[in-house]
Protein backbone atom coordinates (compact mmCIF):
# COMPACT_ATOMS: atom_id res chain seq x y z
CA UNK A 1 0.00 0.00 0.00
CA UNK A 2 0.86 4.13 -0.19
CA UNK A 3 3.11 5.23 2.18
CA UNK A 4 2.59 8.49 3.98
CA UNK A 5 5.72 9.73 5.92
CA UNK A 6 5.91 12.22 9.11
CA UNK A 7 8.89 14.02 10.58
CA UNK A 8 9.53 14.21 13.75
CA UNK A 9 7.92 11.40 15.47
CA UNK A 10 7.91 13.16 18.53
CA UNK A 11 8.67 16.86 19.46
CA UNK A 12 9.08 18.59 22.50
CA UNK A 13 9.32 22.70 22.74
CA UNK A 14 9.33 25.58 25.08
CA UNK A 15 6.26 27.49 25.00
CA UNK A 16 6.60 30.40 22.81
CA UNK A 17 8.78 28.94 20.08
CA UNK A 18 7.58 27.70 16.97
CA UNK A 19 7.76 23.27 15.21
CA UNK A 20 7.32 22.73 11.87
CA UNK A 21 6.04 19.21 10.73
CA UNK A 22 6.47 17.37 7.45
CA UNK A 23 4.15 15.13 6.10
CA UNK A 24 5.59 13.24 2.99
CA UNK A 25 4.09 10.94 0.33
CA UNK A 26 5.97 8.56 -0.26
CA UNK A 27 5.35 6.40 -3.49
CA UNK A 28 2.75 9.02 -5.04
CA UNK A 29 1.81 12.83 -5.97
CA UNK A 30 -0.39 14.12 -3.17
CA UNK A 31 -2.34 17.05 -4.82
CA UNK A 32 -4.59 17.08 -1.54
CA UNK A 33 -3.29 16.22 2.09
CA UNK A 34 -4.98 16.83 5.47
CA UNK A 35 -4.18 17.98 8.85
CA UNK A 36 -5.73 16.68 12.06
CA UNK A 37 -5.80 16.76 15.26
CA UNK A 38 -6.21 14.18 18.12
CA UNK A 39 -6.61 14.83 21.97
CA UNK A 40 -6.24 12.24 24.39
CA UNK A 41 -8.74 9.61 24.02
CA UNK A 42 -10.34 11.44 21.67
CA UNK A 43 -11.16 11.04 17.51
CA UNK A 44 -9.26 12.98 14.64
CA UNK A 45 -10.64 16.53 14.11
CA UNK A 46 -9.85 18.06 10.46
CA UNK A 47 -7.41 21.18 11.02
CA UNK A 48 -6.98 21.81 7.45
CA UNK A 49 -7.06 21.02 3.86
CA UNK A 50 -3.38 20.86 1.71
CA UNK A 51 -3.83 21.86 -1.69
CA UNK A 52 -0.59 21.90 -3.59
CA UNK A 53 -0.12 25.26 -4.83
CA UNK A 54 -2.30 26.96 -3.39
CA UNK A 55 -3.49 28.36 0.23
CA UNK A 56 -4.80 26.01 2.54
CA UNK A 57 -8.73 25.37 3.37
CA UNK A 58 -9.20 25.62 7.10
CA UNK A 59 -11.95 24.08 9.09
CA UNK A 60 -14.05 26.32 11.50
CA UNK A 61 -12.45 27.11 14.47
CA UNK A 62 -9.16 26.88 13.57
CA UNK A 63 -6.69 29.62 13.36
CA UNK A 64 -4.73 30.00 10.13
CA UNK A 65 -2.09 32.12 11.61
CA UNK A 66 -1.36 29.80 14.28
CA UNK A 67 -1.19 27.08 12.42
CA UNK A 68 0.70 27.69 8.98
CA UNK A 69 0.47 24.90 6.04
CA UNK A 70 2.50 25.11 3.21
CA UNK A 71 2.47 22.84 0.39
CA UNK A 72 5.36 23.09 -2.28
CA UNK A 73 5.18 20.06 -3.87
CA UNK A 74 3.01 17.44 -4.86
CA UNK A 75 4.50 15.40 -1.92
CA UNK A 76 5.26 17.45 0.98
CA UNK A 77 2.80 19.32 3.31
CA UNK A 78 4.26 21.07 6.37
CA UNK A 79 2.25 22.07 9.16
CA UNK A 80 4.44 24.65 11.33
CA UNK A 81 2.76 25.91 15.14
CA UNK A 82 3.94 29.34 15.70
CA UNK A 83 4.03 30.20 19.19
CA UNK A 84 3.46 27.33 20.53
CA UNK A 85 1.51 26.86 23.80
CA UNK A 86 0.96 23.99 26.22
CA UNK A 87 -2.79 23.99 24.75
CA UNK A 88 -1.30 23.23 21.46
CA UNK A 89 0.02 19.85 22.92
CA UNK A 90 -1.37 17.11 20.75
CA UNK A 91 -0.96 14.05 18.18
CA UNK A 92 -1.05 15.47 14.71
CA UNK A 93 -1.84 12.98 11.66
CA UNK A 94 -1.35 13.98 8.42
CA UNK A 95 -3.05 12.37 5.37
CA UNK A 96 -2.47 12.52 1.56
CA UNK A 97 -5.32 11.86 -0.99
CA UNK A 98 -4.34 9.09 -3.75
CA UNK A 99 -6.88 9.88 -6.33
CA UNK A 100 -8.04 6.87 -8.51
CA UNK A 101 -9.26 6.44 -11.84
CA UNK A 102 -12.25 4.10 -10.69
CA UNK A 103 -14.19 4.82 -7.08
CA UNK A 104 -13.59 7.16 -4.60
CA UNK A 105 -10.24 8.66 -3.70
CA UNK A 106 -8.30 7.24 -1.06
CA UNK A 107 -6.53 8.62 1.99
CA UNK A 108 -3.39 7.36 3.30
CA UNK A 109 -2.33 8.11 7.14
CA UNK A 110 0.89 9.25 8.52
CA UNK A 111 2.09 7.91 11.60
CA UNK A 112 1.59 11.09 13.57
CA UNK A 113 3.60 13.53 15.24
CA UNK A 114 3.48 14.09 19.29
CA UNK A 115 3.97 17.78 20.20
CA UNK A 116 4.50 18.78 23.82
CA UNK A 117 4.92 21.87 24.63
CA UNK A 118 6.12 22.86 27.96
CA UNK B 1 -22.39 18.19 8.43
CA UNK B 2 -21.63 14.46 8.67
CA UNK B 3 -21.99 13.31 12.17
CA UNK B 4 -19.92 9.71 13.21
CA UNK B 5 -20.53 8.08 16.73
CA UNK B 6 -19.39 4.70 17.76
CA UNK B 7 -21.42 2.30 20.04
CA UNK B 8 -19.52 1.10 22.98
CA UNK B 9 -16.80 3.72 23.67
CA UNK B 10 -14.79 1.13 25.48
CA UNK B 11 -15.35 -2.85 25.20
CA UNK B 12 -13.66 -5.43 27.37
CA UNK B 13 -13.97 -9.29 26.82
CA UNK B 14 -12.19 -12.29 27.27
CA UNK B 15 -10.12 -14.08 24.76
CA UNK B 16 -11.49 -16.09 22.38
CA UNK B 17 -15.10 -14.48 21.90
CA UNK B 18 -16.48 -12.49 19.09
CA UNK B 19 -18.13 -9.20 19.33
CA UNK B 20 -19.26 -6.49 17.10
CA UNK B 21 -18.16 -2.75 17.01
CA UNK B 22 -20.76 -0.16 15.83
CA UNK B 23 -20.49 2.78 13.77
CA UNK B 24 -23.41 5.27 12.86
CA UNK B 25 -23.84 8.52 10.59
CA UNK B 26 -26.05 11.47 9.78
CA UNK B 27 -25.56 11.44 6.35
CA UNK B 28 -25.87 8.84 3.80
CA UNK B 29 -24.45 10.60 0.77
CA UNK B 30 -21.16 8.97 1.34
CA UNK B 31 -18.06 7.39 -0.98
CA UNK B 32 -16.68 4.97 1.66
CA UNK B 33 -17.20 3.32 5.14
CA UNK B 34 -13.99 2.95 6.36
CA UNK B 35 -12.63 1.31 9.92
CA UNK B 36 -9.08 1.72 11.41
CA UNK B 37 -7.12 0.21 14.06
CA UNK B 38 -4.67 2.99 16.27
CA UNK B 39 -2.32 1.35 18.76
CA UNK B 40 -1.61 3.88 22.10
CA UNK B 41 0.44 6.62 20.56
CA UNK B 42 0.40 5.65 17.22
CA UNK B 43 -0.82 6.55 13.64
CA UNK B 44 -3.99 4.89 11.96
CA UNK B 45 -3.46 1.43 10.36
CA UNK B 46 -6.47 0.74 8.00
CA UNK B 47 -8.25 -2.20 8.30
CA UNK B 48 -11.05 -2.47 6.21
CA UNK B 49 -13.04 -0.39 3.19
CA UNK B 50 -16.83 -0.55 1.90
CA UNK B 51 -17.26 1.39 -1.11
CA UNK B 52 -20.53 3.30 -0.73
CA UNK B 53 -22.28 0.15 -3.03
CA UNK B 54 -20.97 -2.84 -1.22
CA UNK B 55 -22.78 -4.19 1.74
CA UNK B 56 -19.67 -5.61 3.18
CA UNK B 57 -15.95 -6.26 3.14
CA UNK B 58 -14.07 -9.12 4.79
CA UNK B 59 -10.31 -9.62 5.65
CA UNK B 60 -9.37 -12.71 7.89
CA UNK B 61 -11.16 -12.65 10.97
CA UNK B 62 -12.19 -9.40 10.60
CA UNK B 63 -16.05 -8.53 8.75
CA UNK B 64 -17.68 -4.72 8.13
CA UNK B 65 -20.65 -4.35 6.84
CA UNK B 66 -22.39 -1.15 5.79
CA UNK B 67 -26.11 -0.30 5.16
CA UNK B 68 -25.68 3.26 3.94
CA UNK B 69 -29.78 3.73 4.62
CA UNK B 70 -30.11 3.10 8.18
CA UNK B 71 -26.27 5.14 8.50
CA UNK B 72 -24.84 1.73 10.26
CA UNK B 73 -22.04 -0.47 9.43
CA UNK B 74 -20.77 -2.44 11.92
CA UNK B 75 -16.91 -4.16 12.38
CA UNK B 76 -17.53 -7.89 13.65
CA UNK B 77 -13.93 -9.06 15.10
CA UNK B 78 -14.12 -13.29 15.33
CA UNK B 79 -12.62 -15.29 18.19
CA UNK B 80 -10.64 -11.85 19.55
CA UNK B 81 -6.89 -11.97 20.81
CA UNK B 82 -5.32 -9.91 23.36
CA UNK B 83 -3.37 -8.40 19.91
CA UNK B 84 -6.59 -7.37 18.80
CA UNK B 85 -6.57 -4.49 22.01
CA UNK B 86 -6.71 -1.37 20.38
CA UNK B 87 -8.72 1.71 19.62
CA UNK B 88 -11.00 1.17 16.46
CA UNK B 89 -12.17 3.76 14.64
CA UNK B 90 -14.68 4.06 11.73
CA UNK B 91 -14.66 7.09 9.01
CA UNK B 92 -17.64 7.99 6.76
CA UNK B 93 -15.71 9.38 3.19
CA UNK B 94 -17.00 12.03 1.64
CA UNK B 95 -14.53 15.04 0.18
CA UNK B 96 -12.82 14.43 3.61
CA UNK B 97 -13.17 11.94 6.36
CA UNK B 98 -15.60 12.31 9.16
CA UNK B 99 -13.97 10.11 11.86
CA UNK B 100 -15.92 8.54 14.94
CA UNK B 101 -15.34 8.73 18.63
CA UNK B 102 -13.66 5.17 18.69
CA UNK B 103 -14.54 2.21 20.27
CA UNK B 104 -11.27 1.15 22.83
CA UNK B 105 -11.12 -2.82 23.10
CA UNK B 106 -9.46 -4.43 25.41
CA UNK B 107 -9.31 -8.14 24.87
CA UNK B 108 -8.36 -9.95 28.28
CA UNK B 109 -6.05 -13.27 28.35
Known amino acids: GAVVSQHPSRVICKSGTSVKIECRSL??????MFWYRQFPKQSLMLMAT?????????EQGVEKDKFLINHASLTLSTLTVTSAHPEDSSFYIC??????????????FGPGTRLTVL | KQEVTQIPAALSVPEGENLVLNCSFT??????LQWFRQDPGKGLTSLLL?????REQTSGRLNASLDKSSGRSTLYIAASQPGDSATYLC????????FGTGTSLTVIP
Open chain 1, 95 to 108: SAKRPHREGADTQY
Open chain 1, 27 to 32: DFQATT
Open chain 1, 50 to 58: SNEGSKATY
Open chain 2, 27 to 32: DSAIYN
Open chain 2, 50 to 54: IQSSQ
Open chain 2, 91 to 98: AATGNQFY
